[in-house]
């Protein structure tokens, strides 16, 4: 092989390479998918008139589970549902909030929601209110008294921009534990089990 052969080569393998490169490194989505949580244990103390108490579960969108650091973007506890973002509350066992994590509710079913709502939306919790609101038929959930019955409200999906600023929605599918159909209010409470979809790059679900 002469030189000018050897120099056309070695010029064509090394764009060859850096074209390999170029391809190899440009980012590739990955596809979003509906994943659904079973049983994330909520427990509390307290309750029938008395102090509520215990430690939040706290849970990341982007792990897809249970946290036990600063990195969570909402954490559970009885029928309260707090967000990494915001004020502290001043109740009892409260976590420490170090993210921006907010929250809109969205009217609708779960896979028509697909956009990313207005940021004017989204709320944080507060000293004097949550973002997700508790109580019979204020957030999520309706309360059966004559079955001591907990029911997710039907169309209404949560939107969270996370703790670090990405955006996940859910919907909760479930308040006992293994989801009874239809729900059985003797079976085991405080486990809830939500459907969601996280979003790390895009403004769409």
Known sequence: MNLRALIFFTGFMALA?????????????TPLRVEIFENLPAPQTG????PVGGPFTRFSFSAGDIVNNDEWDIAFRGTTILLNGGDEIGISDEPTRTGNAALSI???LFEEVQAIPDAVTFQQDGPNAYALPTGNGNGWYNYDPIQNLITPIAGKVFV??????KYAKFEILSYYQNAPNPPDPTAPSRYY????VYQPIGTSF
């Open 17 to 29: 390479f850096l074209t390999a490169c170029g391809e190899n490194d440009t980012p590739v989505p």
């Open 47 to 50: 309750g029938m008139g008395q």
């Open 106 to 108: 969205v009217a609708g």
């Open 160 to 165: 969270v921009r996370t703790h670090d600023g």
């Open 193 to 196: 089990t939500f459907k969601y």
